[in-house]
């Protein structure tokens, strides 16, 4: 059994920072694309980062330039950076990655931002 477990959320002001990590457990022997998405209150889940293996990297227009995503091979770990908040970041964040050839997701953590 694989899970995928996030840390880092929390509330902060308008121009504030917050690093989330996500982190896979379990019997795993491969581990493909990486990524975050959010889901906002009465809106559809979206995509924020991907990254490869390789650490080729894709961002949703919205946060590009002010979010990070970065991984951790070793660790099994991928991390999602982000500055410059805005309150339309606002939001569940979900881990989710490609682990032994199936989609695999994480149970989300709050981001909320807010003065």
């Known amino acids: 059994q694989v899970q995928l477990v996030e840390s880092g959320g929390g509330l902060v002001q308008p121009g504030g920072s917050l690093r989330l990590s996500c982190a896979a457990s379990?019997?795993?022997?491969?581990?493909?694309?990486m990524g975050w998405y959010r889901q906002a209150p009465g809106k559809e889940r979206e995509l924020v980062a991907l990254i490869t293996h390789g650490g080729s990297t894709n961002y949703a227009d919205s946060v590009k330039g002010r979010f990070t995503i970065s991984r951790d091979n070793a660790r099994n770990t991928v991390y999602l950076q982000m500055n410059s908040l805005k309150p339309e970041d606002t939001a569940v964040y979900y881990c989710n990655a490609i682990v032994n050839f199936s989609d695999s997701w994480g149970q989300g953590t709050q981001v909320t931002v807010s003065s």
């Open positions: 379990g019997s795993i022997f491969s581990i493909e694309n």
